[in-house]
């Protein structure tokens, strides 16, 4: 079965600052993988996905993220933290034969001035 | 290109009673899936309805259940409501394929009905 696991609930950067996330799935066959943003009382907003063209995808809003196959891993970075960017983010994984996506516990990102 | 509809946005009912939630895709997808978010148990997958058949389901108990209709629209009813269904219930719009040789999975998430089981 298919999981995602993101590593720290909340992360706390100062403005300017770098933004990691980290997120880890396990899935038996090569994914489909996401990183979604949810602002309070909103929807989600998909900031970038992996689809196997590239190992490096670049997302909206200055976010990319890094597919390593050998480390199972989708990190989120951002190299200069806005205080806009305080949110939650997703990190979801899906595979072929429909959309159920499976999503990460979430990690709250907090921006400091 | 309109986006996802979700209606209503907010509801209140109370225990025991039933509650419909709709969900306009955005034109020309065919799937639709239903997500619940809650603070204990995050964004969980309830299913997913593809040309007016669920093609995947998630862990939820049979109270739960959902149609499509032949223009894609879908709604989920939840029956019996207990304290705990409290949540926000997220409606997907999605579409995959292959165009120029490429293949595409793409996947838009509505506003979300908050609903208030009391």
């Known amino acids: 079965a298919q999981s995602v696991t993101q590593l720290g609930s909340h992360v706390s950067v100062s403005e300017g600052a770098l933004v990691l996330l980290r997120c880890n799935y396990s899935s038996s066959v090569p994914p489909y993988l996401f990183w979604y943003v949810q602002y309070p009382n909103q929807g989600l907003q998909l900031l970038l996905k992996?689809?196997?063209?590239?190992?490096l995808v670049k997302g909206i809003n200055g976010f990319e993220a890094e597919f390593k196959k050998s480390e199972t891993s989708f990190h989120l970075t951002k190299p200069s933290a806005h205080m806009s960017d305080a949110a939650e983010y997703f990190c979801a994984v899906s595979s072929t034969g429909g959309f159920k996506t499976i999503f990460g516990a979430g990690t709250r990102l907090f921006v400091k001035a | 290109k309109a986006g996802v509809t979700q209606t209503p946005r907010y509801l209140i009912k109370t225990r025991g009673q039933q509650v419909t939630l709709s969900c306009s895709p955005i034109?020309?997808?065919?799937?639709v899936s239903w997500y619940q978010q809650t603070p204990g148990q995050g964004l969980q997958f309830l299913f997913e309805y593809f040309s007016e058949t669920q093609r995947n389901k998630g862990n939820f108990p049979g109270r739960f259940s959902g149609r499509q209709f032949s223009n894609s629209r879908s709604e989920m009813n939840v029956s019996t409501l207990e304290l705990g269904d409290s949540a926000l219930y997220l409606c997907?719009?999605?579409?995959?394929?292959?165009?120029?040789?490429?293949?595409?999975?793409?996947?838009?998430f509505g506003p979300g009905t908050r609903l208030t089981v009391l």
């Open positions: 997907a719009s999605s579409a995959s394929g292959t165009s120029g040789g490429v293949s595409y999975n793409e996947q838009f």
């Open positions: 992996y689809t196997s063209a590239a190992t």
């Open positions: 034109s020309g997808h065919r799937s």
